[in-house]
């Protein structure tokens, strides 16, 4: 079974500086990996996804992510992070073969500082 | 393209009552999923959907909780009876195929109280 793990609940960056935020995943083969972003109150968007190819994913918003096969990670990052981006962030798995669905983890809450 | 389509949008409702949700998924799409989202946390799974036919429907408390999509189009997941613990935002999304997940797309949900 494929399993999510996001092990920071919460995150507080600053106006203007990167961001990382972490995601590592279980999943005997080769995953789909997504990043979706939550406001309160919100719906699910999604920021970016990784079916295959280039383990370097650009999303919108000037979000970007990395698929590291050796350490099961998808890592979210960006350079430089506005008042904005403070929301809930989601990373999913999903399997690439038979009837697939996405599993998520429990979310990273992210808090921007002035 | 339009998207995925829910209503209502927020139901407010008093414990042991029922409530239905229902779900207008993408054109075309045949996967059809069903999620549960308690504050807090991530969206969970309660039902997957490819065309009229259930494909997994393994989290879903079935003493409580039902979902058909007759047609293979919309969709309609009921609550009956309603506990305190329901309360959530339930969330509709579709896929062009569930081999793929590709068009993955979720709708804006359902966010409901139970009181």
């Known amino acids: 079974a494929q399993s999510v793990t996001q092990p920071d609940i919460h995150i507080t960056v600053s106006e203007g500086a990167s961001l990382e935020l972490r995601c590592n995943y279980s999943?005997?083969?080769?995953?789909?990996l997504f990043w979706y972003v939550q406001s309160p109150g919100q719906g699910l968007q999604l920021l970016l996804k990784?079916?295959?190819?280039?383990?370097l994913v650009q999303g919108i918003k000037g979000f970007e992510a990395e698929f590291k096969r050796s350490q099961s990670s998808f890592n979210l990052r960006k350079p430089s992070v506005h008042w904005s981006d403070a929301a809930e962030y989601f990373c999913?798995?999903?399997?690439?073969?038979?009837?697939?669905?996405?599993?998520f983890g429990k979310g990273t809450m992210l808090l921007v500082s002035p | 393209e339009a998207g995925v389509a829910q209503s209502p949008r927020y139901k407010i409702i008093e414990k042991r009552q029922s409530v239905a949700f229902w779900c207008n998924p993408i054109s075309g799409h045949a996967t059809l999923y069903w999620y549960q989202q308690i504050l807090g946390q991530g969206p969970k799974l309660l039902i997957q959907?490819?065309?009229?036919?259930?494909?997994?429907d393994s989290q879903l408390p079935k003493d409580r909780f039902s979902a058909e999509r007759l047609k293979g189009v919309d969709s309609t997941l009921k609550i009956q009876p309603a506990k305190l613990e329901d309360s959530a935002v339930y969330l509709c999304?579709?896929?062009?195929?569930?081999?793929?997940?590709?068009?993955?797309?979720f709708g804006s949900g359902t966010r409901l109280t139970v009181v």
């Open positions: 999943y005997g083969a080769t995953p789909y």
């Open positions: 999304a579709s896929s062009l195929s569930g081999s793929s997940l590709r068009g993955y797309t």
């Open positions: 959907f490819q065309n009229n036919g259930v494909v997994d």
């Open positions: 990784y079916f295959s190819g280039d383990t």
């Open positions: 999913a798995v999903g399997a690439n073969s038979g009837y697939s669905t996405l599993t």
